[in-house]
């Protein structure tokens, strides 16, 4: 089917447009909670899946982690297992809808920073097998930062910042990027404008936000989606289902389905070429935090 060949065509591509076969690190961000992320993220994993890409959803919402229950899928370990029982990445990866993997994050990540170099490497070692094997790695992260969960955006290629159209949220969300401008000027930041009541208000929301960027933070942001606000994704909550299985045709699938292709052409982003892979940086970074 044409559809197949333009599927492998697209997978191919991936692998040979990056060089080397390794996964582009996405982290899923926020300032205020219950914004959508988690849902954004699994729904955009999904989509991604539909399009023959390999992807791995890695929750690091902190002992509040939910992709689970969103999933319907129940993890029986998680990354600090990893760290305390020297599982093997690749041996704890779960399967859910649609194919894509998940690793749950566990309840505490504040370990991380005391690892020996020896734990560390082994680590580090687990985390380069994923980023050999998967195209897409998507971080779910908790609201807001904390020290543990910079190291694992600071790593990430890019974020993708979820906010609603809400003063609050927006307000949140310029504070997060502006967090992140300081550690990271130079990381892709994408923006979702979740729960717009229409496309119309959603635009102008997710326009006057980057000129907001835009003036005081210097920096450039790619407009990436506006999601409506939908009551089918709140029923394929309910159901525990990914809302983009549990309905083709309502307004937040096509959404999200509109968030896949724009982000996979990748028209109007502003790429910067960082030299630095995902593993390299989470090094730095820990070397960082040990001297
Ligand atoms: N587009 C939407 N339309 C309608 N309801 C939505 C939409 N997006 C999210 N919601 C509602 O918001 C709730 C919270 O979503 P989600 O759990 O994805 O947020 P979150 O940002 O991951 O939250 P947390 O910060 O707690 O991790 C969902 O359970 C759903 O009821
Ligand atoms: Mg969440």
Request: glycine share 6%.
């Amino acid at each position: 089917m044409m559809s197949d060949q333009a599927n492998s065509l697209r997978s191919q591509m991936h692998h040979s447009t990056k060089g080397s076969p390794t996964a582009k690190t996405i982290a899923f961000i926020s300032g205020k909670g219950g914004v959508g992320k988690s849902n954004i993220a699994i729904n955009f994993a999904i989509s991604l899946s539909k399009k023959k890409y390999n992807v791995l959803m890695i929750d690091l919402d902190v002992g509040m982690g939910n992709i689970d229950i969103l999933l319907g899928v129940q993890a029986k370990h998680t990354i600090v297992d990893v760290l305390e029982k020297k599982l093997s990445l690749m041996n704890i990866v779960e399967t859910g809808p649609e194919n894509i993997s998940y690793i749950a994050g566990g309840s505490s990540f504040t370990n991380l920073f005391t690892l020996n170099h020896q734990h560390m490497h082994y680590f580090l070692s687990e985390f380069d097998i994923l980023v050999q094997k998967y195209d897409y790695i998507l971080f779910d992260m908790g609201a807001g930062i904390t020290k543990e969960s910079l190291f694992f955006i600071l790593s990430s290629d890019e974020a993708i910042l979820v906010t609603t159209p809400e003063p609050t949220s927006i307000m949140d969300g310029y504070s997060m990027i502006k967090h992140l401008t300081q550690e990271a000027p130079n990381m892709p930041i994408h923006v979702v404008m979740n729960r717009s009541l229409s496309f119309k208000g959603g635009t102008k929301a997710l326009r006057q936000f980057e000129r907001v960027v835009q003036s005081f933070l210097k920096r450039p942001i790619n407009k990436l989606a506006i999601i409506p606000d939908d009551k089918s994704v709140r029923e394929a909550v309910m159901k525990q289902q990914p809302f983009a299985l549990c309905n083709n045709s309502s307004p937040a699938t096509k959404a999200i389905e509109n968030m896949t292709d724009a982000y996979e052409t990748g028209k109007n982003i502003v790429t910067y070429k960082t030299p630095l892979s995902f593993i390299h940086k989470m090094k730095q970074l820990w070397r960082g935090r040990s001297n």
